[in-house]
């Protein structure tokens, strides 16, 4: 069984910055994906950003050059360094971590940005 704890994320101004984390715990095999998904309201979830195990980053156009994923392979912990944040870009965000072919999630943490 995998955990997946997220921290990080609140309120900030248009053009700020926020910095989200997500620890994994449990069983973690050496081989998997972990990113990042959004779901604002009324609207499907979507995928952000995610990084492999071998370190291959793969996002979304809408953030090219605004978010940054990083992930610390020892503490099986990801981080999303969100900056130039716009208010298009709020909504609960959600971690995922896949392995094996299953899917574990985070809780989601709202994540709000003001005009």
């Known amino acids: 069984q995998v955990q997946l704890v997220e921290s990080g994320g609140g309120l900030v101004q248009a053009g700020g910055s926020l910095r989200l984390s997500c620890a994994a715990s449990?069983?973690?095999?050496?081989?998997?994906?972990m990113g990042w998904y959004r779901q604002a309201p009324g609207n499907q979830r979507e995928f952000v950003e995610r990084v492999t195990s071998s370190g291959t980053t793969i996002f979304d156009a809408s953030v090219k050059g605004r978010f940054t994923i990083s992930k610390d392979n020892a503490k099986n912990t990801v981080y999303l360094q969100m900056n130039s944040l716009k208010p298009e870009d709020t909504a609960v965000y959600y971690c995922?971590?896949?392995?094996?072919?299953?899917?574990?999630w985070g809780q989601g943490n709202q994540d709000t940005v003001s005009s």
């Open positions: 449990g069983s973690i095999s050496s081989i998997n994906d």
């Open positions: 995922k971590l896949r392995q094996k072919g299953y899917d574990s």
